[in-house]
């Protein structure tokens, strides 16, 4: 009688497949995982904006002199997100989307832009303000020194300009204060 190695024989490739198999439902799973954080990273940040943007709309509403105290998120959950925000800018609003999103032809847009791992910048967010384009917000914090936000161009986001307000990737303390009945000031807090 004669005794057949067969199954010790095919034990290494069975073991190799399996590892393989094994490889690719781990590679899969890490990605999935590293997506999924990227798109909570993205929704935090859209609901800190909008946020920011209700915050503004009620400093403006309220008399001279109302002040609020509000924080940014502009913080990453980790290491691993491709972007940060980068800076953010107030233009004179489309009519036609003012006209949509708050019922006349004339708003204020809050635009934020994201540098990527690359240092490349671009749009993340438009957001609409229920603000008239003649109010004037004023920045004074970090590199923004009395820099106006609100004027009628968007920014070329790869062609900043010095006093161009950039953020850190981290949380922002602000106070929103009302100056007069057309000028917002933004400072540290």
Not at 66 to 78: E, G, K
Not at 94 to 103: H, K, L
Not at 155 to 166: I, S, V, Y
Request: aromatic share 8%; proline share 4%; net charge negative.
């Amino acid at each position: 009688m004669k005794f057949v190695k067969r199954g010790q024989e095919s034990a290494p490739i069975e073991l190799l497949i399996g590892v393989t198999i094994l490889t690719f439902v781990l590679i899969i799973g890490f990605y999935i995982i590293s997506q999924s954080s990227s798109q909570e990273y993205e929704q935090k940040l859209k609901a800190s904006f909008s946020n920011f943007a209700r915050d503004l709309e009620s400093v403006y509403l309220g008399g001279v002199g109302t002040s609020l105290r509000v924080n940014i998120d502009f913080s990453a959950p980790s290491a691993g997100d491709n972007f940060a925000i980068s800076f953010i800018k107030l233009t004179q609003g489309v009519p036609s989307t003012c006209e949509r999103q708050v019922g006349r032809n004339d708003c204020l847009e809050l635009y934020a832009f994201k540098r990527d791992k690359q240092g490349n910048n671009g749009l993340f967010l438009a957001e609409v303000i229920n603000i008239p384009s003649s109010v004037s917000v004023k920045a004074t914090f970090g590199n923004c020194q009395n820099v106006n936000l609100s004027n009628s161009n968007i920014p070329d986001p790869n062609n900043l300009l010095p006093n161009d307000c950039d953020f850190s990737p981290t949380v922002h303390s602000f106070i929103l204060t009302k100056e007069d009945s057309n000028t917002i000031n933004i400072t540290e807090g």
